[in-house]
Every structure is written in C-alpha cells, then in structure tokens.
C-alpha cells in the first residue's frame, strides 16, 4: 500500500505546470517523482506484488476517509 503526498508524487500537476515553466525546479523534481513512481510500481507487479496507491490528502479529508480505510482493509484481505 502506497500513500502518496499529493505535491510530491504530482496529483496536482497540472496546477503546477499553469503557474511555472516546464525547467522550473519543482516540476521536474515533480515530474521526476512521478515517473520513479511508475518504474517502480511496475517492476513490484512484475515480480507479483500487487499494488494499491491513496493519496494521502484522501485520507485526512473527513468526507472521503472510510471509503479511503476500506479500500485498503479490501485491498488487504485479498
């Protein structure tokens, strides 16, 4: 189980990219996170881990916490 910080591992990409330019320090180190993110998953499901990501603003924002818990209590039972 993998819970992600959202600036760090690029949920809001996008609203970083609106502001600063492609070389800007913090969209590579942004970008860059994201793809070691992707390299790194698959390699663990090529070797048979199986992989659940939450973002962890889900699970400190009241209305969307449960639904986050049970995803992960699911994801375990497997």
Known sequence: ???DGY?????????LLDKR????FWVVKIT???ERDRRQRR???EEGWSILSIWESDLKRKRTREN???????????
């Open 43 to 45: 390699s663990l499901m």
């Open 32 to 34: 860059g996170n994201m």
């Open 7 to 15: 600036f760090w591992h690029g949920r809001e990409i996008q609203r």
């Open 21 to 24: 330019p492609a070389d800007d």
């Open 1 to 3: 189980v993998f819970i």
């Open 68 to 78: 986050e818990l049970q995803k992960i209590a699911d994801f375990l039972k497997q």
